[in-house]
Each structure stands twice: as C-alpha cells, then as structure tokens.
C-alpha cells in the first residue's frame, strides 16, 4: 500500500463517519461553502470519488463535482456517498492501478499522485459537512498534515481559480487545522 493510499483511505472514512451522522432533516443545513448545504457538500466529495472511479475504469464520467453537486447526491446522501465510496476503493484495489497515468484535473498524473492530492479536499469537506452538521469538527491530524502539504504550495492558484475565498488572518501560534482552514478561506 502507497502512502498516498493510506492517507487518502483516512481521509475517506473521515469524511463517512461524518456523513453517517446526519439525520434524514440534517441534509438542507447550510454549510461553510457559500451556497451549499450539507447534501451539496456530499454530492461534491461523492462526484469526485465517481469521477476518479471513471479515470480509473474508463468508463464515461457522469457526475460534474462543481455543477449542481445537490443533485449528485440523490433522494438519499449518505447512500449515495457510501455507493460512491466503495466504487472509488473497489477501483483501486487493482494490481498496479496506482501506477497508471490518467488526465485528471489538472493534466497527466499517476492515479497514486491523485488520491494522494485530494486527501486536501476531502479532509476539507469533511471539516464543512460536521459544521453544517453541528456535530465535531475535529479531523484527523495526518490528514491535516498532508492536507497543508497539498495545498500550501498551490493555494493562490486554487484561490484565483474560485476554488478558496480569501485566506482568514490567524494567530501565528494557531494549531495545523486553524491553519489549514484559514489558508482556505474558512473561519474554525
């Protein structure tokens, strides 16, 4: 198993006991994201996980994280997720899969360099989800790690991209997941 598996595999159970904690009325709350409720958020995350799935399959990529994400998360969000989640992690339980060279967002990559790279967003959204939940917004140290890792070097690009608002100005004593929450925008 790759590092960048291990985390990225964190990162996603992370996110799925948040998710398993909200209630059939808990999923029009709004979250963090301007605009977005908690079954936004989850509809996101789930598009991603399928898109990288259909990298990884070939097959025709069906759901657009950033368009209307609501809808990608169906009658039922945390089915869906959990639907999604099994099919990303039954794609990569491939002999040498994580070698493979796919285009992805942002060009050629690895399909080990990809996961690796989106542990940032998941860990992220899982951040939005507990506090459109009300539940603890706490996250996995490592994935925190790797999550500033990710993004540091590459947050103004991100940020021009609409991808972050701007950064929220911190205390220089502030713990990794301040830090990492401010650099994307975020008030913890």
Excluded at 55 to 73: F, S
Excluded at 93 to 115: C, N, W
Excluded at 156 to 168: H, T
Aim: with cysteine; hydrophobic share 40%.
């Amino acid at each position: 198993m790759s590092e960048n598996l291990r985390i990225w595999t964190k990162a996603l159970y992370g996110f799925d006991h948040v998710a398993r904690l909200a209630g059939p009325d808990d999923w029009d709350r709004p979250s963090p994201c301007e605009g977005w409720t908690a079954k936004h958020v989850v509809g996101h995350v789930l598009a991603i996980q399928r898109y990288f799935e259909s990298l990884i399959t070939g097959a025709e990529v069906t759901m657009n994280p950033m368009v209307d994400p609501d809808r990608n998360a169906g009658d039922d969000p945390y089915a869906a997720w959990a639907a999604a989640r099994d099919g990303v992690l039954g794609a990569v339980d491939q002999p040498g899969v994580l070698h493979r060279v796919v285009k992805g967002f942002s060009g050629p990559s690895s399909v080990d360099d990809m996961i690796g790279f989106n542990v940032a967003d998941t860990t992220i959204h899982s951040w939005d989800l507990a506090r459109a939940l009300g539940v603890d917004d706490r996250l996995d140290p490592a994935c925190v790690a790797r999550a500033l890792t990710n993004v540091e070097p590459v947050a103004e690009r991100l940020r021009s991209g609409g991808m972050f608002s701007a950064p929220v100005e911190i205390g220089g004593d502030a713990d990794p997941q301040a830090r990492l929450l401010a650099l994307t925008g975020r008030r913890g």
